[in-house]
């Protein structure tokens, strides 16, 4: 069996301090849906765990809050209070919905939004969001903090650009209040169910019904989660129709393909990306008769 001893340190400075001093035996902990998971499983990523660094006490990692056009939500706070709260459901409703998808009720009221970035698996549903709205992660280590573009945080699956001595603060990105958003996602059934693919869509038509704006980040698509760059260049400047939305979609998988190349799942998941994505699409934006 695995035994660990428990550390619960009283700021993020002497988080980072004792993460530094104990390297590879050490682990920050959140919600713990995730960690424990993997310690039952036995990990090789905890085989030489002995410290667990509980984040609770750490009220810098806590909140939702909106300043100066900027949202700014701690690392702490669990999928449950980011479905409930009434700053994302103003300013993100996005990130409201796919932290309201997440497992099940008792998954989100332990699992946290930090935890679920920090353990890079490409089936999150909240991480594809925060490409999406182009959200920086604010971060911090025994030398001091530095931002993390959400698009450079996962490395490849189960390895993110953190230091192992630095903790996840929070995020931060401009309100997309006045934007339309989407979130959608496809699970295996209804009930507790990890993302098979999802879709996360921020989008504004200028008063001529133009696309000035488009952020469209598939999950469980690339390797990594990422935006779809072709798809969105195809839409950018342009009054959205049936015949649009078709070619939109269509490059999404099309990218998929050209990124991972014809797997196993491809025969699947290619029609099932692009129809998500059209729904996207036709959910988000004003089309032209
Ligand atoms: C039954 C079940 C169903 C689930 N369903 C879904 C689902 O539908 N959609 C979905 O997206 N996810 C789902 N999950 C995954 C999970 O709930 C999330 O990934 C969760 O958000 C992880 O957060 P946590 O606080 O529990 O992290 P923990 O388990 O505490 O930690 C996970 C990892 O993150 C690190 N970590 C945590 N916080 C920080 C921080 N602030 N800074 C640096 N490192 C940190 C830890 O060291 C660890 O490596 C499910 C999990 C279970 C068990």
Not at 147 to 159: R, Y
Not at 175 to 192: D, E, I, N, P, Q
Request: charged fraction near 20%; proline fraction near 7%; aromatic fraction near 4%.
């Amino acid at each position: 069996m695995l035994r660990y001893d428990y550390v619960r340190p009283a700021s993020v400075e002497e988080a980072c301090a004792f993460l530094l001093k104990t390297p590879g035996r050490s682990c920050p902990i959140a919600g713990c849906t995730d960690f424990l998971v993997q310690v039952r499983e036995k990990s090789a990523r905890w085989k030489d765990l002995q410290y667990v660094v509980d984040l609770s006490a750490l009220p810098e990692l806590s909140g939702i809050r909106v300043e100066d056009g900027i949202v700014h939500v701690g690392a702490m706070t669990t999928h449950s209070a980011a479905e409930h709260s009434p700053v994302l459901a103003e300013h993100a409703p996005l990130l409201a919905a796919a932290c309201a998808s997440v497992g099940s009720p008792q998954i989100r009221n332990r699992g946290t939004i930090g935890g679920a970035v920090a353990n890079a698996s490409p089936a999150s549903d909240p991480m594809p969001v925060l490409i999406a709205l182009e959200a920086n992660a604010l971060v911090q280590g025994p030398n001091g903090q530095r931002t993390i573009p959400m698009s450079d945080m996962i490395v490849k699956p189960g390895k993110t650009a953190l230091a192992p001595d630095e903790i996840i603060l929070g995020f931060s990105f401009p309100s997309v209040a006045h934007m339309r958003t989407v979130f959608l996602k496809l699970g295996r059934r209804k009930a507790l169910s990890i993302s098979r693919m999802n879709v996360s869509l921020v989008v504004h038509q200028d008063a001529e019904g133009v696309i000035d704006h488009v952020a469209l980040a598939p999950g469980c698509v690339f390797a990594a989660p990422d935006r779809a760059r072709k798809a969105e260049a195809l839409l950018l400047g342009r009054r959205p129709d049936a015949a649009l939305i078709d070619d939109a979609a269509k490059a999404v998988a099309d990218e998929m393909i050209e990124r991972t190349g014809v797997r196993w799942s491809t025969e699947y998941k290619q029609p099932v990306i692009t129809a998500l994505v059209r729904r996207a699409l036709e959910n988000g934006t004003e089309v032209a008769e």
